[in-house]
T-cell receptor, first 115, second 115 residues
Framework: AQTVTQSQPEMSVQEAETVTLSCTYD???????LFWYKQPPSRQMILVIR??????QNATENRFSVNFQKAAKSFSLKISDSQLGDAAMYFC????????????FGGGTRLMVKP | KAGVTQTPRYLIKTRGQQVTLSCSPI?????VSWYQQTPGQGLQFLFE???????NKGNFPGRFSGRQFSNSRSEMNVSTLELGDSALYLC??????????????FGPGTRLTVT
């Protein structure tokens, strides 16, 4: 079974600075997807960024980018120019390529942004 | 397009009772997944329905069941409620999911409290 681990329960960053959230996963599969989801307080979970395992290039979405290290099974999220609205729970998630939409989530990292 | 909707948003039940939660996916989406979110266990996959068929099932007891209707709306049922069933129940919908990437959109959740 796949497992996803987020070792940082909480992180804080100063507004306008950069922060990196860590995620490691364990799988024996070669084809899969990795995701970072954001869950603001009392608001809906939204997809921040995704990475297909077969792609070597790291995904980027505006201020959000990932460092995908397939051999090391590591998938970190970098948030540049942090904004107050980035404060939320961030979940790393894994999805197999042959198991429908089932997501395996990490325990989450609470990100606080200081003005 | 309207987003994923879940009803009711809040629910208080007594131990031993049963409860039914509803999820209406985004129009055109055929896959609906359910997740349980608790402070202790985090986000855990319950099951996924696609075209009225259960495609995947998580590691939950048989008290948790679900179904999907021809219009893709889904319900989940929990019988003989236990205190530990208190959680935020999230529903997510997507077009399909297997074979190629199809983003999942999450609903606001139903907060179930068992007393």
């Amino acid at each position: 079974a796949q497992t996803v681990t987020q070792s940082q329960p909480e992180m804080s960053v100063q507004e306008a600075e950069t922060v990196t959230l860590s995620c490691t996963y364990d799988t024996s599969e070669s084809d899969y997807y990795l995701f970072w989801y954001k869950q603001p307080p009392s608001r809906q979970m939204i997809l921040v960024i995704r990475q297909e395992a077969y792609k070597q290039q790291n995904a980027t979405e505006n201020r959000f980018s990932v460092n995908f290290q397939k051999a090391a099974k590591s998938f970190s999220l970098k948030i540049s120019d942090s904004q107050l609205g980035d404060a939320a729970m961030y979940f790393c998630a894994y999805r197999s390529d042959n198991a429908g939409n089932m997501l395996t989530f990490g325990g989450g990292t609470r990100l606080m942004v200081k003005p | 397009k309207a987003g994923v909707t879940q009803t009711p948003r809040y629910l208080i039940k007594t131990r031993g009772q049963q409860v039914t939660l509803s999820c209406s996916p985004i129009s055109g989406h055929r896959s609906v997944s359910w997740y349980q979110q608790t402070p202790g266990q985090g986000l855990q996959f319950l099951f996924e329905y696609f075209s009225e068929t259960q495609r995947n099932k998580g590691n939950f007891p048989g008290r948790f069941s679900g179904r999907q209707f021809s219009n893709s709306r889904s319900e989940m049922n929990v019988s003989t409620l236990e205190l530990g069933d208190s959680a935020l129940y999230l529903c997510a919908s997507s077009l399909t999911g297997t074979g190629y990437f199809s983003e999942q959109y999450f609903g606001p959740g139903t907060r179930l409290t068992v007393t």
